[in-house]
């Protein structure tokens, strides 16, 4: 089975910083796209950003100029880098990646993880 495992979300100051970190583990054979989403209470859940296995990215405006994502191919794991943060960018932070799996290796199917608590408030 295969499982993404988010770290890193907690309790930050309005204009703190934030790493978070998604680990895919089990009997993955391939990685393609990976990406952060976020979810606010009563509210629907954004993309936030997304990175090829080339390592291309794109960003929602919200995240513009404020968050990176990168990976490590090598580790099966996507990060998102959050500066200057603010109040509104308080949310649950799921990651999700394109994954196949040693059985099926060309079969690519989206996994979700359970999520990591951001909360941006003073």
């Known amino acids: 089975q295969v499982q993404l495992v988010e770290s890193g979300g907690g309790l930050v100051q309005p204009g703190g910083s934030l790493r978070l970190s998604c680990a895919a583990s089990g009997s993955i054979y391939s990685v393609n796209a990976m990406g952060w989403y976020r979810q606010a209470p009563g509210k629907q859940r954004d993309l936030v950003a997304l990175?090829?296995?080339?390592?291309?990215?794109n960003y929602a405006d919200s995240a513009k100029g404020r968050f990176t994502i990168s990976r490590d191919n090598a580790k099966n794991t996507v990060y998102l880098q959050m500066n200057s943060l603010k109040p509104e960018d308080t949310a649950v932070y799921y990651c999700?990646?394109?994954?196949?799996?040693?059985?099926?290796?060309?079969?690519?199917?989206?996994?979700w993880g359970q999520g990591t608590l951001v909360t941006v408030s003073a």
């Open positions: 990175t090829t296995r080339g390592g291309s990215a």
């Open positions: 999700a990646a394109d994954v196949s799996l040693v059985g099926r290796p060309t079969t690519f199917r989206a996994v």
